[in-house]
């Protein structure tokens, strides 16, 4: 349990768009792939991800479409629109610039103020 | 976008429910597929993948929020939930909404009456403006047309002034005499109501040129479309009026009927022409007072200021005619219903009408807040479950809301329908038969609109019931342990709507008693006549120009026809109907007065014209001394047949009376042959009063009355009648009716009160059964295991019941109590329209007890039967 994260709030969906930019995949497959990259290092409650899902659906990042999964069931299937692929990269990047900003700020000595 | 996004999604609502569904359901198997594959059974796998995956119900409302997030869905889903839950409980579901439904129709129908006569505006232009004039102390409405001109030319605050009154005449437009009842107006009529003509052109105050001098009429919309058949070139016809010529002008607007809402006649005719349309002229008689007067005030004119100058006006016409204008004094009144003749009971009664509909709709709330409440408790359980498996309170109400929702729109609705078909059948309704009186109450947009308002908010006021419930709940507390809530044993609120309710119950039902127990009395009360197996023919000589000489002989032709009819006892004439539309009264003088005037006079007493045969056809009593004879003729001495009251008012009593003498209003001794018993003459609850019977040739007049008493079914008469009086002269127009029928008019308020109490009553009383039952089947559902413990330890039947439902029946006692009490008090106000109204009647007082024991017997039944029936095994092996 210790070596799991609390996610923080907004972030559920950045991880999403990331596992899904991978290739397409349906709820259960983004819960594994978020899973297996962060090496489970991060907890999301499973029913958690369907409303974050749907809202992307809802907003045109995502697409939705029925398929067969590899356990021979029925599933829906999700990869990234040309917009959504675009808000990854913004999102991605303003991600990377506030964890650069607050490392910078928490690695801070008292001798550099 | 937001709403494009709502309603797009209305539409794939249900495929997105089952497709949101479907997936999560899928992600729990592939979940499973996984934990199995790690060794896990197939339902150890499934049952673990479900507690990991978290609140379903809760992941899929805020995946279907997320989906299209929008109210609409949300509501839509609730509403089929709500249909569902509804129809699981067809007993709750049918109480809840026939309450509702009864509560607002109602509410609906009383309102639409109160609109249609009290509230909205005559439908005349300006309507603002119009008042009418009413005289003397006792503000009656009546004016004669001297008064008129004098009012309309001296005045200084009107900018205009209409006389009118009604009168039936024979109209034939095809060959065929028919009696129409018209309105006849002075000619400046429209111009000063400011009615514009539908078709053709109206008659103006410039076409008066004296006595019958202006033949015209113009057509009201409704008979143009029902007798024209809305011929467009019906202006220039000419019709016969009463025989006469007359040309129609024009047709007059849709739905303008006059100033007088209650009067529906087929046409408006010049005033001027009074001699060719009713037979006689007294537009030169300034003591004849026969027609209402509206007046329309010049703007910045107050009523009062009007008033003040009609009251100058009056002191003129007091100074220079003494003798007919004495007490001329004048006020204002609101048209529509007579002035405050018809007005002030109309309104009084509406608004206690009004009131009653507003208590039904009080305890309708109540009821469904306790029924509601009741539902609220047994479904505790199942909110506390979805509590439990996730669901946000907000959600819950929500859905508890939309039930409430569904429950107070279907019922509305229901109400509504209802009540639009009880009003269109008042609409066409014509309670007085051979007079153009109906009710113009159909419902417009503003009814529409407040039973339409009336359902949401008492939807929600009963709505907000359960939904406490629901805030208060704890789901751990209730799914460990049942239902198990104590029952209180102090008063609640629910305890006191459902005495209150009682009490609204038991009033209605007291009051309609006394109102029936009235009406059956004052049916059976002496009527100074017997109008059992009498048949009435109303004729009317002057509509086939019958003049001077000739009409008395033809009355008697026709007296004479018809007494060799086989079966027919006796028949008379009379120029007017006691209990009847109209009524003339006359100031009597001693034989010893010489100065002639109000404060001198012995009395008013009825005047009444008859034929010899008259009084026997009427099967009114005779006292002491003789009745008519055919020798009373006009060259006879003047002669009089008085009642009791006015010889022991007169004389001191009927033994003097008899061949005494006694003056009329013009000085001439008349002398008393005969006294009758006592009647009624103008109202069934009025005093008794004088009346005296004077011989018709020595007063003749040309509309008249036979009275034909037969010793058979009067009805197998009718044909006879009617081939006799066609066979005298085809072109005469008549009616025939039974008496019973004519005294719908006198009988027509007392049966008014008595059906509107009577529905009122019946309402509180199903309303008061649904809220007994409601509260008795709670309590019996909510003690059912306390019960069959009971049961089990031994208790008896009378015990279990007392146990079950005392609380029920000690409310209803002291409702009823209460009830009863407040009932006496409410029926002293009955006692103005019902005959003899008093609650002091030992078979009213028994009625209401035996009705409320009946409604708290019938309400408590099935809820007895549930407690008694319990079985106590049963129940403890249940939860």
Redo the contacts between chains.
Sequence with gaps: MSGEAQLLPGTLELLILKAVSLGPL???GVLLRIGQISGSALLI???????????L??EGLLKASWGI?E?N????FYELTARGRKRFREEAEGWNRLVAAMATVLAAQPEEI | MRLIDSVRSLFKSSSSTSEIDEELRSHIEHRADDLERSGLSRAEAERRARIEFGGYVRYKEESHQALGGNFIEILFQDIRFSLRMLRKAPGFTVAAVLTLALGIGANTVVFSVLNGLVLRPINVPAAQGLYMIERGSDASPQQSYPDYRDLRDRNRSFDGMVAASIAPVGFDADGNASTIWTNEVSGNYFDVLGIQPYLGRFFHGSDEHGPNSSPYIVLNYEFWRSRFQGDPNVAGRVVRVNKHPYTILGVAPPKFRGTEIFFNCGFWVPMVDQEQIEGFNQLEGRATRGMWLVGHLKLGVSPAQATADLNAVGTYLEKTYPKEDGGSTFSLARPGLMGDMLGRPVRAFLAGLTLLAGLILLAACANLGSLFAARAADRSREVALRLALGSSRVRIVQQLLTEAGVVSLTGGAAGMVGSMILLRWLSVWQPVPNFPINLPVNADASVYGIALLLAIASGFLFGVVPVREVLRSNPWHIVKSGVTRTVGRRVTARDVLLVLQVVVCCVLVTSSLVAVRGLMRSLHSNMGFDPQNVLLVNTDLDMADYRDEGVPLMQQRLIDAIETIPGVKNAGLIDRMPLGLGWGTNMVYRDNITDLKASTSAGEAFTYNTSPGYLKAAGTTLLSGRLFARHDDAKAPRVAVVNREFARKVFGSDQNAVGNYFKVFNGARVQIVGVVEDGKYKTLTEDPQLAMFFPILQAPTSATWLVVRSNRDPLSLTAALESTVRGLDPGLPFTILTWHKELDSALFAPRAASISLGVLGALGAMLAVTGIFGMASYSVGKRLRELGIRMALGAQRKEVLQAALGRACKLLAVGSATGLLLGLVATRVLAFIVYQATPRDPLVLAGVVVVMLLLGLVATWIPAQRALSVDPLLLLRED
């Design positions: 349906h709820g259960y409650e499973q029913g958690a991800l369907y409303p974050a899902l749907l809202r659906v809802r999964s356990n069931r029925r599933a829906k």
